[in-house]
Every structure is written in structure tokens, then in C-alpha cells.
């Protein structure tokens, strides 16, 4: 099946550092990836939706100027975590539907865990 | 916006017996995943289903869809330690862009 990787999978930073956690897939090209961040015993809430080429769509509630989403190519997105909090620290998952397979298939990636000192 | 509430929270089984998660969303879908978090792990596709009243089974799992599309069901038949994880059914509303909302999801132990 469809691969999404991630990276880094986890990282830990200094308060007020900016992160950058990829997401790529592997093996097709993703015109749209979804960013979810999940807090410890809780669900996936998604974040944005990130669009090849154009700006990014955030949720409710999401700081873009905070969270700063771009996808340059069919293959790659990135979300830089800018000014790093400890109320930041999560687990933040990426994943893409294959374009070239039913609409509703979706891959994620294994995720990326975030600890803000 | 679109709510996506499961329950129960957390149960916890002897190795054996039977569980059961329900999903119920405050918006019809157009369809619904299931996805299986083990600890510490991310979420792993089980199963999609799509049309009103749908049921599919999985080995000792069964899936159904509600005939309304507003709700779904997971039930693991004689459970097994494996089967220890969180469960989320996500869901896609009938209109709009194909963005996910996951469920609250159900956190399964098994014990031995």
C-alpha cells in the first residue's frame, strides 16, 4: 500500500524554538495533505488541510501565523511549529489521500512527537 | 461544526469476551473509517464503509454503518490481548471538502 513518512519522528526543543516536522509520500503524489495533532489519551483533531501550491486551510481555533503550513511539491508538506510552547507538545500526525486511488483512501504517517522544554 | 462522539470511553475485558464501540456523529456522513491506535503508535486504517446499513466483517471484527449514516459500530468477537488499543471511527461529512473528523474514540484492554 500507499507509504506517508514523517520526520522527524520525535523532536525536543527549547521554548521559543521554531520546529519543522515533514511529511511526504513515498510512493504517489498528494495534491492535499491533512495535519492532525493528538494530546495524550485523546483523539486526532485536525489542524489544517494543506494544499500543493496554494495557501493552506486551518481549522477553527488554529493559529495559522503559529503554525505555518507549505506544501511545495505533490510530494512534500511541512509544518513549522514557530515560537515553540510547552503547551505545544503533542503528537503531531500528517497524512494524504492518493489521488490516483479512491477518493476516500487515506495514508498516515507514523507521526511526529513534539516535546517543548 | 460536525461532532463525532464514541462510546464507551475505556473498557476494560477479560481475554474472551466480547466489546463493542459505538459512533455516533451530530451531521450525516458520507462514509466512515475505523482506524486502531496501538500505544505510543499512530492510527492504522481497518476498514471503510459507505452505504446506509452497510455491514463488513474482519476475521473476529464486524462493522456496521447505521441506516441513517450518522452512526457506526465496531464488535470484537472473543477478544484477544492483541486487541489491546484505542479505537476511532472518523467520518466524512455529505458536503464540502473530504476532510476527516475522527471520533473520540474507545481505548480496549484485554487482560490475559
Known amino acids: 500500500g500507499a507509504v506517508v513518512s514523517q520526520h522527524p519522528s520525535w523532536v525536543i526543543c527549547k521554548s521559543g524554538t521554531s520546529v519543522k516536522i515533514e511529511c511526504r509520500s513515498l510512493?504517489?503524489?498528494?495534491?492535499?495533505m491533512f495535519w492532525y495533532r493528538q494530546f495524550p489519551k485523546q483523539s486526532l483533531m485536525l489542524m489544517a488541510t494543506?494544499?500543493?501550491?496554494?495557501?493552506?486551510?486551518?481549522e477553527q481555533g488554529v493559529e495559522k501565523d503559529k503554525f505555518l503550513i507549505n506544501h511545495a511539491s505533490l510530494t512534500l508538506s511541512t509544518l513549522t511549529v514557530t515560537s515553540a510552547h510547552p503547551e505545544d507538545s503533542s503528537f503531531y500526525i500528517c497524512?494524504?489521500?492518493?489521488?490516483?486511488?479512491?477518493?476516500?483512501?487515506?495514508?498516515f504517517g507514523p507521526g511526529t512527537r513534539l516535546t517543548v522544554l | 461544526g460536525q461532532q463525532v462522539m464514541q462510546i464507551p470511553q475505556y473498557q476494560h475485558v477479560q481475554e474472551g469476551e466480547d466489546f463493542t464501540t459505538y459512533c455516533n456523529s451530530s451531521?450525516?456522513?458520507?462514509?466512515i473509517q475505523w482506524y486502531k491506535q496501538r500505544p505510543g503508535g499512530h492510527p492504522v486504517f481497518l476498514i471503510q464503509?459507505?452505504?446506509?446499513?452497510e455491514v463488513k466483517k474482519q476475521k473476529r471484527l464486524t462493522f456496521q454503518f447505521g441506516e441513517a449514516k450518522k452512526n457506526s459500530s465496531l464488535h470484537i468477537t472473543a477478544t484477544q490481548t492483541t486487541d489491546v488499543g484505542t479505537y476511532f471511527c472518523?467520518?466524512?461529512?455529505?458536503?464540502?471538502?473530504?476532510?476527516?473528523?475522527f471520533g473520540t474514540g474507545t481505548r480496549l484492554l484485554v487482560s490475559p
Open positions: 497524512s494524504a489521500p492518493d489521488a490516483g486511488k479512491a477518493p476516500d483512501t487515506q495514508y
Open positions: 510512493d504517489f503524489q498528494a495534491t492535499t
Open positions: 494543506s494544499n500543493e501550491g496554494s495557501k493552506a486551510t486551518y
Open positions: 451531521t450525516t456522513l458520507s462514509n
Open positions: 464503509l459507505v452505504k446506509s446499513g
Open positions: 472518523a467520518g466524512r461529512e455529505n458536503t464540502g471538502f473530504q476532510k476527516l473528523v
